[in-house]
């Protein structure tokens, strides 16, 4: 007999404070900064529960003024927090942003080492709770930032592979927070081969797997089990190779101006789960992931440009 099932998404990472620079150029000539949120995971259940996706996430915060800040923002956003522990003996994790003018990847400095989502293990997965959701996204993101939080990815996987769930994975690499890039390269691969859809960027695909073109990253991870993969190409569009509906591209969406390309990937990402959350088709899914993602590039934060369910519509996607 099957679970209920209460959530259609749940999360597990680590949510940042973000300071936005309020000029471009070097971080160190900032003189002001503009609050945002942050972090890989809690970008992708933002961007679910804005389409009207019911979200849990589940994290590890300071009682700090930032713990407190994000875990509001969480909150205000529909999503459920009833699995963040907020402990008064840990701090919270932030970041920097610079801002750029030319499109290219702006300057990012993290402030994350010991904070308190580092310290959360297997011991934080709640496993009915877990498998009260019918689907996990899962990034590269919370694996990398220490070996107990690796340990909780796996699990959080394996709990719904046994469960009979489905699971996306957004490679999304982090190579600092690695020991090494060999070490990376064999956790997010181990981790890739848990999922059913994986959604790695071109260049990511070169790191992870020595190929160049999406069609070889693609076949890479379907060897590996992989139900779905969808390559993304940045302004290009996407890649996609699928049990169900074969191989195709999709076209990117024109953008007039890239003010940040941070958060493009979780919004490609929130686009593509929840459309085939959805029932769409995967040409539609990876569609609706692109028009996303290229909303997410001309706005400051990492949120700002993920739509609404009633713009998604508009849009008619």
């Not at 070097?26 to 503009?34: H, I, S, V």
């Not at 003996?89 to 904070?115: C, I, L, M, N, W």
């Not at 081969?193 to 695909?205: K, N, Q, T």
């Not at 590996?224 to 591209?249: I, M, N, P």
């Amino acid at each position: 007999m099957t679970e209920p099932t209460a959530f259609d998404v749940a999360l597990f990472g680590e949510a940042m404070l973000l300071l936005v620079a309020d000029r471009p150029g070097p971080l160190e000539n900032a003189e002001a900064f503009y609050k945002r949120t942050a972090g890989a995971e809690t970008n992708v259940a933002i961007g679910l529960s804005r389409l009207g996706l019911k979200v849990g996430w589940a994290s590890r915060l300071g009682t700090d003024s930032m713990g407190r800040y994000l875990i509001a923002t969480m909150k205000a956003e529909g999503i459920d927090c009833s699995h963040v522990i907020c402990d008064p003996a840990q701090r919270t994790g932030f970041q920097f942003k610079g801002r750029v003018t030319d499109g290219s990847d702006p300057p990012v400095e993290y402030h994350r080492k010991g904070s308190a989502a580092s310290h959360m293990g297997p011991a934080d997965v709640d496993e009915a709770w877990l498998r009260s959701a019918r689907h996990l996204h899962a990034t590269g993101v919370f694996p990398a930032i220490s070996d107990t939080s690796l340990e909780a990815a796996l699990k959080t996987m394996d709990v719904m592979r046994a469960a009979g769930r489905t699971i996306s994975f957004d490679t999304n690499l982090r190579p600092t927070l690695w020991p090494s890039t060999d070490t990376m390269r064999h956790w997010i691969n181990e981790l890739a081969s848990r999922a059913d859809w994986v959604l790695p960027g071109i260049e990511e695909g070169l790191l992870l797997t020595g190929h160049t073109q999406p069609e070889d990253v693609a076949r890479f991870y379907r060897e590996r089990g992989a139900k779905l993969v969808v390559v993304k190409l940045g302004s290009e569009g996407a890649y996609y190779d699928s049990e169900v509906a074969g191989t195709g591209r999709t076209e990117g969406f024109p953008v007039k101006e890239v003010v940040d390309t941070v958060g493009a990937g979780d919004g490609f990402a929130a686009g593509v789960v929840s459309a085939l959350l959805e029932g769409k088709s995967v040409p539609e899914a990876v569609r609706r992931g692109a028009w996303i993602g290229a909303r997410a590039v001309q706005v400051l934060g990492d949120t700002e440009g993920l739509p609404t369910r009633a713009e998604l519509e508009e849009a008619g996607l």
